[in-house]
């Protein structure tokens, strides 16, 4: 059974930063390309970012460039999206999921399956 367990999330005020993990007890995390997803109430999922499988290029949407970092620990089997300066328009539920595609690129998003339960982000004063 794939299983994928997101954590982290939290209520933090706006410019604040969150670390969040992604997990899988049973299947190997760097052999797959990974993205994160959110979705805000009301709003349709988004893709975030995404690293490779190939060789760990990453991917990031526009809105969230130059503040999201994606990375993967290996040893941990785990992938982190490490989220700075965040605004209030972050407040979404964040979720991680799998594809075999080797690499990230532009629109990868509907590539992806086997979602986790999500963790949920508030940004709030």
């Known amino acids: 059974q794939v299983q994928l367990v997101e954590s982290g999330g939290g209520l933090v005020q706006p410019g604040g930063s969150l670390r969040l993990s992604c997990a899988a007890s049973?299947?190997?995390?760097?052999?797959?390309?990974i993205g994160w997803f959110r979705q805000a109430p009301g709003k349709e999922r988004e893709g975030v970012s995404c690293?490779?499988?190939?060789?760990?290029?990453?991917v990031y949407a526009d809105s969230v460039k130059g503040r999201f970092t994606i990375s993967r620990d290996k040893s941990k089997n785990s992938v982190y999206l490490q989220i700075n300066s965040l605004k209030p328009e972050d407040t979404a539920v964040y979720y991680c999921?799998?594809?075999?595609?080797?690499?990230?690129?532009?629109?990868?998003?509907?590539?992806?399956?086997?979602w986790g339960q999500g963790t949920q982000v508030t940004v709030s004063s």
């Open positions: 690293i490779s499988r190939s060789d760990d290029s990453t």
């Open positions: 049973t299947f190997t995390l760097h052999s797959y390309t």
């Open positions: 999921a799998r594809t075999t595609k080797l690499s990230c690129y532009t629109n990868i998003w509907r590539q992806f399956s086997y």
